[in-house]
T-cell receptor, first 113, second 115 residues
Framework: EAQVTQNPRYLITVTGKKLTVTCSQNMNHEYMSWYRQDPGLGLRQIYYSMNVEVTDKGDVPEGYKVSRKEKRNFPLILESPSPNQTSLYFC????????????FGPGTRLTVL | AQKVTQAQTEISVVEKEDVTLDCVYETRDTTYYLFWYKQPPSGELVFLIRRNSFDEQNEISGRYSWNFQKSTSSFNFTITASQVVDSAVYFCAPLTTSGTYKYIFGTGTRLKVLA
């Protein structure tokens, strides 16, 4: 089944404790992206990657890191989480040409205390 | 700078009514793509349609139709004969292509279809 998977789905952590949210897709897509969703703000793009070893900032990259060592994986790293990073995070991938639709993962709800 | 506006925060309709969701995308780019996504109460994000800035033909797919007018920067989405299952948040999401490939999501319109 074609899908984007994220782990964990729910996470409660404390300020300053490094964490990684994994994202994996099995569709051989080149484009992958991370978003955060906050009430009233819609989805905001954090980082995106157009291919392996190619990443670029979205609109809200501060406090986040990403890496794209393999085509299928695009982990999101919070080196020192803060309460303002409490949010719902979505990973997405898109394939074919770069203008195709994105397929979204199920979301990760992160709470930073 | 690009700006996407979904001015309708929440809309409530009675089942079988038609409803139109508005999206305005302001940009100086001549080439861009516009997407609509749906987020039902279960939380997943589902792709609905993609259009490019060169194609102003309206499109109809079942009960859904889209009207893109480049002159007014509007990309509106109409649901005909709405159903309770259409209740969701709908996002308009332009893709910029001028040097970057960033998506800008609108703030969404919450549609409630009442039985």
């Amino acid at each position: 089944e074609a899908q984007v998977t994220q782990n964990p789905r729910y996470l409660i952590t404390v300020t300053g404790k490094k964490l990684t949210v994994t994202c994996s897709q099995n569709m051989n897509h080149e484009y992958m992206s991370w978003y955060r969703q906050d009430p009233g703000l819609g989805l905001r793009q954090i980082y995106y990657s157009m291919n392996v070893e190619v990443t670029d900032k979205g609109d809200v990259p501060e406090g986040y890191k990403v890496s794209r060592k393999e085509k299928r994986n695009f982990p999101l790293i919070l080196e020192s989480p803060s309460p303002n990073q409490t949010s719902l995070y979505f990973c997405a991938s898109g394939g074919g040409d770069l203008y195709n639709e994105q397929f979204f993962g199920p979301g990760t709800r992160l709470t930073v205390l | 700078a690009q700006k996407v506006t979904q001015a309708q925060t929440e809309i409530s309709v009675v089942e079988k009514e038609d409803v139109t969701l508005d999206c305005v995308y302001e940009t100086r780019d001549t080439t861009y793509y516009l997407f609509w996504y749906k987020q039902p109460p279960s939380g997943e994000l589902v792709f609905l349609i993609r259009r490019n800035s060169f194609d102003e033909q309206n499109e109809i797919s079942g009960r859904y139709s889209w009207n893109f007018q480049k002159s007014t920067s509007s990309f509106n989405f109409t649901i005909t004969a709405s159903q309770v299952v259409d209740s969701a948040v709908y996002f308009c999401a332009p893709l910029t292509t001028s040097g970057t490939y960033k998506y800008i999501f609108g703030t969404g319109t919450r549609l409630k279809v009442l039985a």
